[in-house]
């Protein structure tokens, strides 16, 4: 699956962004799909994540102020983020993973498709 990630950019903290996340082909019941980011000098993060057709995860960093939704009909994924803080810039990449189970969900590594990342900077 290829996944192109978009609406990154600069924004003031407290202010909000919208990513999204088109997939090239269409997506099934199965495939969960997720954000993570990456800070400079830093591991990759699990941000967010809708796991198969329900089950919407958050990092402890994000819940309350990141939302992630999923739109079938369009083959994508959106992630809003509110209420930012400069903590949260990052590059933010999309992934996607047809046989994922849940004790995975969190972990980078076990994701087979990513997107190329948009960069989020959240100025002070």
């Known amino acids: 699956v290829q996944l192109q990630a978009s609406g990154g950019g600069l924004v003031q903290a407290g202010g909000s962004l919208r990513l999204s996340c088109v997939a090239a082909?269409?997506?099934?019941?199965?495939?969960?799909l997720g954000w993570f980011r990456q800070a400079p000098g830093k591991d990759r993060e699990f941000v967010a994540a809708?796991?198969?057709?329900?089950?919407?995860y958050y990092s402890d960093s994000v819940k309350g102020r990141f939302a992630i939704s999923r739109d079938n009909a369009k083959n994508t994924v959106h992630l809003q983020m509110n209420s930012l803080k400069p903590e949260d810039t990052a590059i933010y990449y999309c992934?996607?993973?047809?046989?994922?189970?849940?004790?995975?969900?969190?972990?980078?590594?076990?994701?087979?498709?990513w997107g190329q990342g948009t960069l989020v900077t959240v100025s002070s």
């Open positions: 992934a996607a993973d047809n046989s994922l189970i849940l004790s995975s969900l969190r972990l980078a590594p076990q994701y087979n498709y």
């Open positions: 809708i796991f198969r057709s329900s089950g919407i």
């Open positions: 082909r269409r997506t099934s019941s199965r495939t969960t």
